[in-house]
C-alpha cells in the first residue's frame, strides 16, 4: 500500500515525499519497503519523524544511525534524506532548518507507529494538537522512556534522555497517506485507546481517527483488544 503510494506519486508529479518512521516496530515495514519493485529511488525525498536532543548519530539509540542501517544504505540511490541533527549546536536553528524543509515538500506517505503510552512521533501525552509548527522540542514521559529502555536501545532507565525534537501531530496529520504499523502484545491498550477511544490528547495517535486516509497493520497480538467491528477496519499482519 505504501509502496503503490509511492509510486503513483512518481508517476504524477515527478517525485515522491515521505516519513519514515524508527524503534522494533518499524523492523519489518522497513525490511519489507526496500525490497518493493518498482520504486525509482532517486526520485523520493525522505523525512523522519523525531531525534532524541543532544545524541551524536553514532549513539546506538540514533534515530539516524537507524536509518542509514535499516533503510538509505539499503537503497541503490535514494534522492535525499534529511536528517533531523538532534546534537546541533543551535536547536532553534535546527528545526526552523527541517520545518523549512518539510513545508517545502508535501507528505505523500507517512510510515508510523504508536507507542505503549499512544505517542504519536515522541508527542506524548498530553500532546499539542494545535501547533502548526513542523517541528518540536518535547519532553519524554516515563511510559516512552521505560519504553526505550525495554525495547534494549539504551543501557539504564537513567540513560534514556528526557528531550527530543518530533514532528508535530498537525504535521503528521498533513500527509495524503498513513501507513501505521503496530505489531506486539506490549502496543494492545494503546491500540484500543487509539482506535476505540475518544479522540484526545492524553492519547494523541486517537487523532489519527480523524485523518481521511490512515491504514492500520495489527498482528494478533496487538489487535487482542479491540472489538470486532474495529477489527473489520483495521489490516492484519504489521508490516
Known sequence: MGAQAIRDAIAAKG????????????????????????I?????????LDEYIGMPDSHPASFRRYLRERFTSKLPILGAF???EGDAPDLNA???????LVRANPIDVTFAGIGENGHLAFN???????????????ELDDICRQQQFGEGWFPAFEDVPRTAISMSVHQIMASRLI??????ARKADAVQKALEGP?????????????PACHVFLDPASASKLSPNSLRGADEGAG
Open 124 to 138: 506524548d501525552p498530553p500532546a499539542d494538537f494545535n501547533t502548526d509548527d513542523p517541528y518540536i522540542v518535547v
Open 199 to 211: 479522540v484526545s490528547p492524553d492519547c494523541p495517535a486517537s487523532i489519527l481517527q480523524r485523518h
Open 15 to 38: 517525485r515522491a515525499h515521505i516519513i519514515v518512521a524508527t524503534g522494533a516496530s518499524q523492523f519489518e515495514m522497513l525490511e519489507s519497503l526496500v525490497r518493493q519493485p518498482g
Open 179 to 184: 501507513v501505521l504499523s503496530v505489531p506486539d
Open 40 to 48: 525509482d529511488w532517486s526520485k523520493v525525498t525522505g523525512f523522519h
Open 94 to 100: 535546527e528545526i526552523s532548518r527541517i520545518g523549512d
Open 82 to 84: 534529511h536528517f533531523i
